[in-house]
């Protein structure tokens, strides 16, 4: 049984189900700074789509990381972030076009390998990076743009370079806020012109989750609060390896069978 009025075509669980995911990723979020589309983009991707997917949680990202990023702004190297600018324009117009035109089987295969792989990549604690050249700008700048568009997901890749080039905390975080924000206003911007965010289905969903992720980014502030960093790296790097794995497994049998 689905909702008739606004969503006749998205049975009642499958809503739950996405609630769930996007309540997790932004309860995430409010704990760390970062993490809601690594978490939500493999969760949905269960459901959903690529082409629905990363749409629809960019579309809420887009409120999440705006807010951020001009509540940030001040303390931004705003340097790097003209640095990476170029790079990741080209990486998005290149990502768009996979996003359009890969089958379904090889993009879950390649969403759910970086998904495992980020995980293990956090599982191995912090570690200390030398500092980035500048031209570093470019191929984390085109890789973030591709994954940002395809899954959603560039927001680490930005980070592990920022953090190689920025040593103040406060100032890193802020910076990542401003790339991740305009990462995500392009997208959308992208998205409308192609017609992904014109979808009614689509934008009726963007507009039901967007109280979950209110509610998530409350929890997650408490969270922030109550839990180590590291325990909440280590459940984030767990949730992370499992549902790559998953989405491993679903992407070979839909490829050979």
């Given at each position: 049984m689905s909702l008739p009025l606004l969503l006749p075509d998205v049975p009642n669980h499958v809503l739950l189900a996405a609630a769930l995911v996007m309540l997790l990723g932004y309860t995430v979020f409010g704990a760390t700074g970062f993490g809601s589309s690594i978490i939500s983009v493999p969760g949905l991707a269960h459901f959903f789509p690529l082409t629905t997917a990363v749409p629809l949680v960019t579309a809420v990202d887009a409120f999440a990381a705006t807010s951020a990023a001009v509540r940030l702004r001040r303390l931004a190297a705003w340097r790097e972030v003209a640095r990476l600018m170029p790079a990741m324009l080209v990486g998005i117009?290149?990502?768009?076009?996979?996003?359009?035109?890969?089958?379904?089987?090889?993009?879950?295969?390649?969403?759910?390998?970086?998904?495992?792989?980020?995980?293990?990549?956090?599982?191995?604690?912090?570690?200390?990076?030398?500092?980035?050249?500048?031209?570093?700008?470019?191929?984390?700048?085109?890789?973030?743009?591709?994954?940002?568009?395809?899954?959603g997901t560039g927001g680490p890749i930005y980070i592990i370079y920022l953090a190689a080039r920025i040593e103040n905390k406060s100032t890193l975080r802020a910076t990542s806020a401003v790339v991740v924000a305009f990462s995500v206003c392009i997208r959308v911007a992208l998205f409308i012109g192609t017609g992904l965010l014109l979808d009614a289905k689509l934008v009726t969903?963007?507009?039901?989750?967007?109280?979950?992720?209110?509610?998530?980014?409350?929890?997650?502030?408490?969270?922030?609060?109550?839990?180590?960093?590291g325990g909440v790296l280590r459940m984030i790097a767990g949730l992370l390896i499992a549902n790559g794995a998953s989405l491993i497994v679903r992407a070979l049998e839909s490829m050979h069978g």
């Open positions: 117009a290149l990502g768009a076009t996979l996003l359009l035109k890969l089958p379904r089987g090889p993009a879950l295969l390649a969403l759910g390998i970086f998904a495992a792989a980020y995980g293990t990549y956090l599982l191995m604690g912090p570690r200390k990076l030398a500092r980035a050249p500048g031209w570093v700008a470019w191929p984390i700048g085109i890789a973030g743009g591709v994954f940002s568009t395809l899954f969903m963007a507009l039901l989750f967007l109280p979950v992720m209110l509610l998530g980014l409350s929890l997650g502030n408490r969270l922030h609060h109550a839990l180590s960093s």
